[in-house]
C-alpha cells in the first residue's frame, strides 16, 4: 500500500546546481500537488496539476518546473538551486475535485538544503 | 498575506483533557475546511474536514466547528491521549483545486 512516494528523502545541493524531485503515487488520482514548508509556516502550493499533461502555477511557483506526463508521476525540477530554496518538499495528491470525498493524500517529504 | 492563520504555535494539554486548536481564516470565498496531523519525518495526514454549509462535524474523538461569522474554525479532541502529540494544519479552499494552509500548532499531550 504504497501511496505517494518521494524521493530522494534528504538531498544537499550547491548553489546553482539542479536537480529533480520524484514524486509518484498508485492511487491512479488524477490531481497531484507539490507544496513546499518552511519553518514556522504552513505548506505553500508550488504546482499542481489535474491530469497528465495539464499543470498550472500555484502561490510560490518561481524556480520550479514541473511536468506530467503520465498519470502516476509529477517530477518536481530545480534548475538553479538557491539558498532561498531550502525547504521540506511534500507531494500530494487526491481522487476528485469533489473535496468532501478527496482529500490530499501526502508523501513523506523531501528535506533538501542549498548551500 | 496568509489568508489562513494558526496564531498558536504550541499546545499542552494533560492526557483525558480536552484539546483545542483554533484557526482564523481571511478569505470569505472559502467555503470548504479540513485538519490535518503530521508526525515528524512524515507527510501530513487528514484528520477531519467540514463544508461551511454546516457549523460542526463530529468523527470519534475529534469536532470540527465552523463559525463564519467569525471566519473561525476549532479542532476538539476529547479526550486528548499521548498518541494525538504532533503538529496539526488546517487548510482551506475555496475551489480551484487549490488549499491553503496555517503554519501548524504543536500539540503536545502530557501522560
Known amino acids: 500500500n504504497a501511496g505517494v512516494t518521494q524521493t530522494p528523502k534528504f538531498r544537499i545541493l550547491k548553489i546553482g546546481q539542479s536537480m529533480t524531485l520524484q514524486c509518484a503515487q498508485d492511487m491512479n488520482h488524477n490531481y497531484m500537488y507539490w507544496y513546499r514548508q518552511d519553518p514556522g509556516m504552513g505548506l505553500k502550493l508550488i504546482y499542481y496539476?489535474?491530469?497528465?499533461?495539464?499543470?498550472d502555477k500555484g502561490e510560490v511557483p518561481n524556480g520550479y518546473n514541473v511536468s506530467r506526463s503520465t498519470t502516476e508521476d509529477f517530477p518536481l525540477r530545480l534548475e538553479l538551486a538557491a539558498p532561498s530554496q531550502t525547504s521540506v518538499y511534500f507531494c500530494?495528491?487526491?481522487?476528485?475535485?469533489?473535496?468532501?470525498?478527496?482529500?490530499?493524500?501526502f508523501g513523506n517529504g523531501t528535506r533538501l538544503t542549498v548551500t | 498575506d496568509q489568508q489562513v492563520k494558526q496564531n498558536s504555535p504550541s499546545l499542552s494539554v494533560q492526557e483525558g483533557r480536552i484539546s483545542i486548536l483554533n484557526c482564523d481564516y481571511t478569505n470569505s470565498m472559502f467555503d470548504y475546511f479540513l485538519w490535518y496531523k503530521k508526525y515528524p519525518a512524515e507527510g501530513p495526514t487528514f484528520l477531519i474536514s467540514?463544508?461551511?454549509?454546516?457549523d460542526k462535524n463530529e468523527d470519534g474523538r475529534f469536532t470540527v466547528f465552523l463559525n463564519k461569522s467569525a471566519k473561525h474554525l476549532s479542532l476538539h479532541i476529547v479526550p486528548s491521549q499521548p498518541g494525538d502529540s504532533a503538529v496539526y494544519f488546517c487548510a482551506a479552499s475555496a475551489g480551484l483545486n487549490k488549499f491553503y494552509f496555517g503554519s501548524g500548532t504543536k500539540l503536545n499531550v502530557k501522560p
Open positions: 500530494a495528491s487526491s481522487a476528485a475535485w469533489d473535496r468532501g470525498r478527496s482529500p490530499l493524500h
Open positions: 467540514i463544508s461551511s454549509i454546516k
Open positions: 496539476s489535474v491530469g497528465a499533461g495539464i499543470t
